[in-house]
């Protein structure tokens, strides 16, 4: 028997059911006419009361790294904080310690954010006050541009729903000034202006993309509105031959030199014997990546890759070469030489250093440094062959590095030789060179006679993984094996029997090398400056198995003015040279050959 008392809780739960579907079925409908029938319309309301915001992607430029992976230049983010004006002046509500919430005003906001800042609260408020002063619609100002990532971080977690942020790249240097000279540097909208930047850029670029949102009038992402076009494309690592252990110690060594010297500027050039790779490339001035504005504009670019000059004696090793090759002379082969001579067309060379006449055999010219012996063992070989020898060892035709502004050298074609000229030629003077065309010189002849390519880059490798190589020119026989075996046995004797024999030696290690002393030329007059010289040291070792040739130099050296200027700096850069490659010792003394007869 069903009572009353049993009804009427199944007949409440009845109702309570038939309640709960005629709100579901309300809910139903609701949501069919909101994304159904009337989807368009809704959506237009909706977006009626929301605003589009479109805010860059940028894509990472890439990396630079030295020959090990270590980083040289890299891509971090600084951020640009931006306001909704309208939004920002109504204030915030808080939840209090008690749980319940309190309004905070926009004068007590900006506050909070200057603290994050910097800036002074006034100025913080001020933007938003002028803002709304002028449009009282306004949705957009800027806070604050180049914020850190700490101060991003600081200014997010107050979590004001109308501050917004712009993530923009920053180039840094982890290193600061080592290798600046070489890496160079970019601008603030990151185009490349100088050094392997410039150079190598289209391994380094990115390419930015957009994203589009919609934003409620209460500043959140409305959910599903995020498109992403076009989509950002990080650069590609770029690495270069140049080690930075290595790097650094010789930018320390040429900054004290060059220093001491009271010397315009210095440099040294280390490069790998067997593949032409450039493991170290210091001068001094350098200049601070992190702190471009700091440093002199002439010292932002590269001296060493731009500058030419005459390399009077460390170029004679190559008159030695085409005397021996197209001559048929040998290291023994004399010539009589005072320390001057009148020549037959009425030249007259003069060697450096006065001293009695005698019978300088071709290696003696070498150890001397005769001009005068030179310029009789060179003559004995036509102009036309003499130039075709300077032009094959590299004079006038530049290097594979392609580094901007970098000269290929000059020189003076035969049939507008003088007297004179048709003798200084043998010397190293009348023609210009690069550092890095000296150093291919003695490359090349430590290499069996075989130019190598220089280089400075190892590969770029694409944000894909894509690695590539550069493009560089094919090995090339400049002279013949037998020829670079007995220069570079002269220059042996150059290091071993010279005057530079004691300064520059390094135990257990045979070594071979020539320096240069070159008059500077006014630009102005032509003619050769009084007491001003280029001085130059170049070398290789261990000179009977070659790995490393080493070359320093000097522009306009006070305190010692001649060769002797490059000894300690040289003698340093390549005992550290072969104490960081873990060269073995020779197993031999250098064979000494008759400087007279």
């Known amino acids: 028997m069903t009572t009353r008392a049993t009804r009427s809780p199944r007949r409440r739960t009845v109702v309570a059911l038939l309640v709960v579907l005629i709100v579901l079925v309300a809910f139903i409908v609701r949501l069919v006419d909101i994304q159904v029938v009337n989807a368009e319309e809704h959506e237009s309301d909706a977006r009626s009361l929301a605003m589009e915001v479109g805010s860059p992607l940028y894509g990472t430029r890439g990396d630079i790294t030295d020959v090990n992976g270590a980083t040289l230049a890299t891509t971090t983010s600084v951020y640009d904080a931006k306001i909704d004006p309208k939004l920002a002046v109504q204030g915030i509500k808080r939840k209090d310690d008690a749980g319940g919430t309190v309004s905070v005003g926009w004068p007590e906001l900006a506050a909070e954010i200057a603290a994050v800042t910097g800036q002074d609260a006034a100025e913080v408020e001020g933007i938003v006050t002028t803002a709304v002063a002028a449009d009282p619609e306004s949705r957009f100002a800027y806070l604050e541009r180049g914020l850190s990532t700490e101060q991003y971080r600081a200014l997010a977690d107050l979590h004001l729903p109308f501050v917004g942020f712009d993530a923009h790249p920053h180039r840094t240097y982890p290193d600061g000034a080592v290798a600046g000279n070489v890496i160079g540097f970019v601008g603030s909208d990151e185009a490349p202006l100088e050094g392997m930047e410039a150079l190598q850029d289209s391994c380094l670029q990115s390419s930015d993309g957009e994203i589009r949102y919609m934003r409620g009038l209460d500043g959140v992402v409305i959910p599903g509105t995020e498109v992403q076009d076009p989509a950002p494309v990080d650069g590609g690592t770029l690495q270069l031959t140049i080690d930075r252990d290595l790097q650094w110690y010789m930018q320390q060594l040429i900054a004290e030199q060059t220093q001491n010297l009271g010397a315009e500027s210095g440099s040294i050039l280390v490069v790998e014997v067997a593949t032409g790779k450039i493991r170290a490339a210091a001068e001094y001035p350098s200049v601070d990546l992190n702190d471009i504005a700091s440093s002199d504009p002439a010292d932002r670019g590269s001296r060493l890759f731009r500058d030419s000059y005459e390399p009077g004696s460390t170029f004679k090793p190559v008159t030695a070469a085409t005397a021996i090759e197209a001559g048929g002379l040998t290291p023994l082969s004399t010539a009589w030489s005072p320390d001057r001579m009148e020549f037959p067309n009425g ?225 340093k850069a390549m005992t550290q040279v072969l104490k960081h490659y873990r060269i073995m010792p020779s197993d031999s003394q250098t064979p000494l050959l008759p400087v007279t007869q």
């Open 347 to 571: 030249a007259v060379v003069n060697d450096s250093e006065h001293h009695e006449a005698q019978n300088l055999t071709l290696t003696g010219g070498l150890v001397t440094s005769s001009n005068v012996a030179l310029s009789q063992f060179g003559s004995q070989v036509d102009p036309a062959t003499r130039l075709e020898y300077l032009k094959k060892f590299g004079v006038g035709e530049g290097t594979a590095l392609n580094w901007s502004g970098e000269p290929k050298g000059t020189y003076i074609p035969t049939d507008q030789w003088d007297s004179q000229t048709y003798y200084t030629t043998t010397f190293g003077q009348a023609f210009t060179v690069t550092a890095p065309q000296v150093a291919s010189v003695y490359q090349t002849i430590a290499n069996g006679g075989v130019r190598e390519p220089l280089s400075l880059v190892e590969s770029c490798t694409a944000a894909d993984g894509t690695v590539t190589e550069p493009e560089l020119p094919e090995p090339e026989r400049v002279i013949k094996e037998t020829t670079a075996d007995q220069v570079g046995l002269m220059l042996e004797n150059v290091f071993a029997q010279g005057t530079l024999a004691e300064d520059i030696a390094i135990p257990g290690y045979r070594m071979a090398g020539k320096t240069g002393t070159a008059q500077k030329v006014d630009p102005a007059t032509g003619a050769y400056k009084d007491n001003l010289y280029y001085t130059s040291l170049v070398g290789y070792a261990p000179a009977d198995d070659p790995k490393y040739v080493v070359l320093t130099a000097f522009d306009e050296p006070k305190t010692l003015r001649l060769s002797a200027a490059n000894r300690p700096a040289f003698q």
